[in-house]
């Protein structure tokens, strides 16, 4: 079974610049979570999409956004990237209806000049 | 507001000891998860649980509902052991809040 991917693995952008994380989920799992780790700081929930809905999103400026194709792979959106943007961004999924465990990819690390 | 606190931040054993991880939390939860990050980035999910314990080869995870506190024990440590670990609350809206992170390192 092929884990959750993500892509692409490194990314360098300049402030004021936009960028696209993509994410594809294993196979069956309908929601996918994205999430935030900068550096020294722990890990931050962004956005919970599931059946192509966004369902819940943490506290976090609207220029993240993102969405969910109908196979249920996943974008997330960053406008006018800000040097506190550089972080790794994680991606999950999961199989909703019942508690089940997330699984992780390796994460997309996105450097700011 | 959701706050989770792990305890140590740092702790370091040698090989064998057995090793306790602590995470308390604030609100109440439809589940706790218990992470394992290694250098690299790289996230395992290690257990989810909502009550009682559960055990995964030499790792063993138990929750305090009343208590609002759960603990992760690793019995025989290995050098391939170390690693970040992690623990996150769930709350409603299937979101995770997560706690700083143990760094722990296991010396041969």
């Known amino acids: 079974e092929a884990g959750v991917t993500q892509s692409p693995t490194h990314l360098i952008k300049t402030r004021g610049q936009q960028v696209t994380l993509r994410c594809s989920p294993i196979?069956?799992?309908?929601?996918v979570y994205w999430y935030q780790q900068a550096l020294g700081l722990g890990l931050q929930f962004l956005l919970w999409y599931d059946e192509g809905e966004e369902r819940n999103r943490g506290n976090f400026p609207p220029r993240f956004s993102g969405r969910q194709f109908p196979n249920y792979s996943s974008e997330l959106n960053v406008n006018a990237l800000e040097l506190e943007d550089s972080a790794l961004y994680l991606c999950?999924?999961?199989?909703?209806?019942?508690?089940?465990?997330?699984?992780f990819g390796d994460g997309t690390r996105l450097s700011i000049l | 507001k959701n706050e989770v606190e792990q305890s140590p931040q740092n702790l370091t054993a040698q090989e064998g000891e057995f090793i306790t991880i602590n995470c308390s939390y604030s609100v109440g939860i439809s589940a706790l998860h218990w992470l394992q990050q290694h250098p690299g980035g790289g996230i395992v999910s290690l257990f989810m649980?909502?009550?009682g314990k559960k055990k995964h080869g030499r790792l063993i995870a138990t929750i305090n509902i009343q208590e609002k506190h759960s603990s992760l024990h690793i019995t025989a440590s290995h050098p391939r052991d170390s690693a970040v670990y992690i623990c996150?609350?769930?709350?409603?809206?299937?979101?995770?809040?997560f706690g700083e992170g143990t760094q722990l390192t296991v010396n041969p």
């Open positions: 999950a999924s999961r199989v909703m209806g019942s508690p089940s465990p997330q699984h």
């Open positions: 996150a609350d769930e709350t409603s809206g299937s979101r995770l809040t």
């Open positions: 196979s069956g799992h309908t929601s």
């Open positions: 649980l909502s009550s």
